[in-house]
């Protein structure tokens, strides 16, 4: 599926193109690392949520790569973002760039007591994040998908700058109820295709294997395989021979 960039003529079109070639997203990223390195910047639980508070400069770029959502203004250039369980411990644990605290003032908690906590909070964590990493990896933006129905939907660039492509949703090979009980009769996929199909999005099932090895430290993330499938409508009114 080709991007469809964001524009009201096919100018503004290819500017909007033009514009994410030249700032790509490993770019963006590379550069929020980096200033949140350099920040020692940390955030505490609140929650199903992680807080954080930002300067200017960490406001733009968290909001040019697509991490979280401000939520009020503290003070004059003092900005508190709040982050997704998946978002949060991306910037931790994958990215190395943000400490996470137990509160708001209380020191920072290891990968492991992070990931307990995130289990505590959200039973399938595990395969949330494996799915949220494997995308952010590949330089895709991933949000949240709930008004479509899904665990996330993506982006090829900034959702300013372009169309999402796909809705995404996570399943397992583990029997796993819970996840795997959303497309157990065919009925389900009928709707959750044709309801992504009418806003131009393809389904894309991402099952986490998690290959026999538990889910009890952040470790085990290495061991958890990702098999990707993309899922259409089939329209017959597509296939129809024209001369007919």
């Known amino acids: ?5 964001k524009g009201k003529d096919t100018k503004s079109k ?11 997203m490993s770019k963006i990223i590379s550069q929020l690392q ?5 920040s020692n910047a940390s955030g505490f639980l609140s929650d ?3 807080h954080l508070a930002v300067q200017a400069e960490q406001l733009d770029l968290l909001d040019k790569a697509c991490f979280g959502r401000p939520v009020r203004n503290v003070e004059k250039d003092t900005y508190w973002f709040q982050l997704t369980l998946e978002e949060a411990f991306y910037l931790c644990y994958s ?15 290891n990968d492991e007591e992070l990931w307990c906590y995130f289990k505590s909070k959200k039973q399938a964590f595990p395969f949330f994040y494996k799915a949220y990493s494997h995308l952010r990896m590949k330089n895709w933006v991933v949000r949240s998908g709930a008004q479509y129905g899904v665990d996330f939907i993506v982006y090829r660039h900034h959702p300013a700058r372009v169309h999402s492509e796909y809705g995404v949703l996570v399943l397992s090979h583990d029997n796993d109820d ?6 157990r009769v065919w009925s389900d996929v009928h709707c959750t295709t044709r309801l992504l ?3 131009a999005k393809t389904l894309l099932i991402l099952y986490v294997n998690k290959n026999g ?3 009890e430290s952040p470790l085990c993330l290495e061991n958890h395989a990702i098999e990707e499938r993309t899922i259409s409508r089939w329209s017959p009114e597509q296939c129809r021979e024209r001369s007919m």
Request: hydrophobic content about 35%; glycine content about 8%.
């Open 1 to 5: 599926m080709a991007p469809r960039w």
């Open 14 to 24: 290819k500017d909007a193109e033009a514009e994410a070639l030249k700032e790509p």
């Open 34 to 38: 980096s200033s949140l390195v350099q």
């Open 48 to 50: 199903n949520c992680v």
């Open 95 to 109: 990215l190395k760039c943000l400490k996470i605290n137990g509160g708001a003032d209380t020191i920072p908690l």
């Open 178 to 183: 819970d996840l795997n009980g959303r497309l």
């Open 197 to 199: 199909g009418s806003v």
């Open 213 to 215: 090895h538990s889910d």
